[in-house]
């Protein structure tokens, strides 16, 4: 009876893990950059304006979707995104359907790496707040005066840790079957 009672709340906790995994992957939202216009110059789209309305959270994903002929996408830290440098790139995408999955919280700059895409105003500053889990920051209207470097720029002392994705969940799940002798 005590070995009927161990798998039932075995099976109890990995019913709960796989729930939460899928429940953590639903939860993540998909931001088509230029939402319609997408990612070009063509129309003056206003990126900056497209950001301030979004609330970005970790484990959502930014897709950039452009011509490749034309356009590029460019991770870039926070002095080369404004000045528009585009010799030193943190990360370059050229697929013309780059899905990037924002992995922490700060700002996250990107351009476009074609001769005077950028100073023409195709490049957006996804900004990723910590928030807290009683309430949220009100929406602000206009950028800080000072922003920290881009996450991957700036070597921290304290780096959070990696979330445990859908894999290391299930990968968990499987150990603990393991341990107990399924």
Not at 27 to 46: E, L, P, Q, R
Not at 64 to 79: A, R
Not at 90 to 95: A, E, F, N, P
């Amino acid at each position: 009876m005590a070995t009927a009672l161990k798998r039932s709340m075995v099976l109890v906790m990995m019913v709960t893990v796989v729930a939460a995994a899928l429940l953590q992957v639903s939860m993540a939202t998909v931001y088509k950059v230029g939402d319609s216009t997408g990612w070009t110059t063509i129309g003056n789209f206003d990126y900056q304006k497209w950001a301030a309305s979004k609330t970005f959270r970790v484990g959502d994903i930014i897709l950039f979707e452009y011509n490749t002929q034309f356009h590029n996408v460019m991770q870039v830290n926070h002095p080369d995104y404004q000045s528009c440098n585009t010799t030193g790139p943190l990360k370059t995408y050229t697929s013309g359907n780059d899905s990037i999955t924002i992995t922490r919280n700060g700002h996250y700059y990107y351009l476009c790496g074609v001769p005077g895409h950028c100073q023409s105003g195709q490049k957006v500053d996804i900004r990723v707040a910590r928030l807290s889990k009683t309430t949220a920051p009100a929406p602000s209207t206009s950028p800080p005066s000072a922003s920290p470097p881009a996450p991957e720029s700036s070597p921290k002392n304290s780096a959070p840790l990696p979330s445990m994705g859908v894999l290391g969940k299930l990968v968990l799940v499987l150990a603990i079957f393991a341990g107990f002798g399924f």
